[in-house]
């Protein structure tokens, strides 16, 4: 079987198939989607318009003339957009490019589609702003991801990179957002230090590589906003669905969580308070 594959391959097609392996699943590499292979490069699902209150692609308010189903989930941030949606397999994509990068795939994974083209050139921004990572992280990660990608918004857009945030002392010790529950992102401390100094009124697209619960992005967004920023747009890479369709969306203020905070979703019933026993 592996013969006749070869068989039905050009020479640059067996080439590439034999010397590169996809980053991510380690599958032989295309000519058409190098580096990664045919199911991986399958895998990336672009994500359609935002609601610009709650930031779901389902809402109406997604689309002209609609209403945002989500009114609790209004904050200072303008607009948002994004280039996938984190659902398997391509959220396996995605991490895997966070923690390697490269060249080449960067060129693959960082790519605008005219529907993001077009919400940035409507907000008009004047600069771009990248949520701080700490340096132990960036360091780890060969890099931040965040930056990353705001060097290519900037070069689509031919925009300065501002670094008006970075990582307050005060949250030393404290545990990152990916690493808590979703009920628990809520409740995590979070804070920023002014950077450099913005242009009073300045219109800012502030760019973060994943987003789940949005709350990193909308305290980012604050601080922004609290040193004269006149209007933010949020951009992340990927955005992670909820159970209700909605991304980043804060809780509604009548979904109680077991401990009397506001939670993501409301609280089910365990196993053992239902009468059952777990196995």
Known sequence: MLLAKAARMSPLQALVSAGF??????????????PLCEGCAR????????????ASPVCPQAAP??????PW??????????????????????????????????????????????SWREFNAD????????????????????????????????????RALEPSLARRGTRRQAELSGEDRYANPIAFAPGERLTPGARLILVDDFMTSG?????????????GAGAVHVFCLGLRLTRSGSAGAQ?????????????????????EGRGLRRK
Not at 253 to 259: D, I, T, Y
């Open 251 to 271: 809780p509604s203020p009548l979904s109680r969580s077991s401990h009397g905070r506001a939670g993501p979703y409301p609280s089910r019933p365990s196993p």
């Open 65 to 70: 003339g609609g209403g945002c189903l989500r």
């Open 127 to 162: 600069a771009i702003v990248t949520v701080p990572q700490r340096a132990w992280r960036a360091w780890r990660m060969k890099g931040s991801p965040s930056e990353r990608i705001a060097r290519f918004v900037s070069a689509e857009l031919s925009l300065p990179i501002v």
């Open 21 to 34: 392996r996809c980053p991510c699943c380690g599958s032989g590499a295309t000519p058409r989607t190098f």
């Open 43 to 54: 895998a990336l699902v672009r994500a359609p318009a935002l609601c610009p209150t709650c």
């Open 73 to 118: 989930a209004r904050s200072g941030i303008h607009s948002y957009s994004a280039a996938y949606l984190l659902v398997n397999p391509c959220y396996r994509v995605l991490k895997r490019w966070k923690l390697t990068g490269g060249p080449l795939f960067n060129r693959t994974i960082l790519r605008a589609d005219d529907g993001l083209r077009e």
């Open 215 to 227: 709350r990193t992005l909308r305290e980012a967004a604050a601080a922004l906003l609290s040193l």
